[in-house]
Nanobody
């Protein structure tokens, strides 16, 4: 099993920045890909970004490209999501996810483990 714990959410004004963290524990050696998703009230959970646990290409949703950056610290088993130039439409609960596979990284079904989520609210 892998446990994921997100932190760093909060309330920020439009144009501001936040950095989310996702600390992983347990059988982290089984992780192949890490991803961030978000879910606004009344909407489906949507892909934000993903990256391989080791080396490789990172992926971003078009809506966040150029504003959000995913990164990792393997020594700390932690993945980060730096969010800049935040917009009110970025308001959502943000979830960290881990996949033992890695194909179709934008699909929620690819991921085996999920965190509890952290709320991000962007005021206009």
């Amino acid at each position: 099993q892998v446990q994921l714990v997100e932190s760093g959410g909060g309330l920020v004004q439009a144009g501001g920045s936040l950095r989310l963290s996702c600390a992983s524990s347990g059988r982290t050696f089984s992780i192949n890909f890490m991803g961030w998703f978000r879910q606004a009230p009344g909407k489906k959970r949507e892909f934000v970004t993903a990256m391989p646990w080791s080396r490789g290409t990172t992926y971003y949703a078009d809506s966040v490209k150029g504003r959000f950056t995913i990164s990792r610290d393997n020594a700390k088993n932690t993945v980060y999501l730096q969010m800049n130039s935040l917009k009110p439409e970025d308001t959502a609960a943000y979830y960290c996810a881990a996949s033992k596979g890695g194909f179709a990284v934008a699909m929620t079904t690819t991921y085996d483990y999920w965190g509890q989520g952290t709320q991000v609210t962007v005021s206009s």
